[in-house]
């Protein structure tokens, strides 16, 4: 009975909100699984130090076997992760509730930091394109995805403002994550090369305990709920069509591939910036670089 009633805290039953549930309480819930997955942003932080790792000391280079295209292809992994399993899990999230789904993301995202680091402290990349990339990327997809349903369920009188309370936490989440990263890998510097691999430790258990916040107070808005005043007939404008399609009828359509077309290409170049950041300022505003540009 203990065991049914430990089991049941997760069910999508357990998360319906009590009548006069303040919706505002859920952005922080959300909030708290966005923040964490948006490190995926700050991956860039550690291609140098994984280079450098691998590298060795300058004055008696070990063979350099991980070339940045290799370590890049970690952060490539993990993104085409976040999309496939956003896609697959989304008919299993509505069905499980958001709670279950948060918990199976913390758990992947955190445990695709430790496998990383094992694969690191061990030198086999595939093991961190294993952790970070496939395990952490299908944490990025369900936690993505998560957060965004619920609040569109509490906000359907504001659905711009839910979709965006969501996606400023996941670019957020790079800016506390950049310089946690590089703080942690200078203070492990003593006690391991570039201090990378104890800095996934330590993220990973950071991500997954912070996580845990909105896990446990997140809530679903009972059937038929809606917003005092809400009427929503009174929201459909010419542009936006009134009737409803099914996913499955949805990926028959031209529209849906053209709008995916759209998307793909403009994410392609956001993501491509992105997996090459750290390096790309680095390099541009370093000391030599401003020299030549002064001369």
Known sequence: MADSSSASLLDRSRTIAPPG????LVPPAALAIHLAIGQAYAFSVFNKPLGSLISGDPANPAPTDWTPTQIGI????????????????GKWLERVGPR????????????????????????????????????????LGIGY?????????WFPDRKGVATGMAIMGFGGGAMIASPLSVAL???????????VAPTFIVLGIIYFLFM??????????????????????AEHSALITAGNVSADNAIKTPQFWLLWVVLVTNVTAGIGVLETASPLIQDTFSDKAMGRAMA
């Open 212 to 233: 845990q916040f909105g896990v446990w107070t997140i809530r679903v808005p009972a059937d038929n709920w809606a917003p005092a005043g809400y009427v929503p007939n």
């Open 145 to 153: 995805i998560s957060p965004v349903s619920t609040l569109i369920k």
């Open 100 to 139: 279950k789904a948060m918990l199976s993301a913390a758990l992947c995202f955190g445990g695709g930091f430790l496998i990383g680091s094992l694969g690191i402290s061990m030198h086999n990349i595939w093991l961190l394109y294993f952790g970070y990339g496939f395990v952490g990327g299908i944490g």
């Open 185 to 195: 890998m200078n203070h492990f510097k003593g006690s391991a090369p570039q201090g």
């Open 74 to 89: 970690t952060f490539s992994i993990a993104i085409v992760l976040l999309g496939l399993s956003a896609a697959l899990f």
């Open 21 to 24: 549930y303040n919706r505002w």
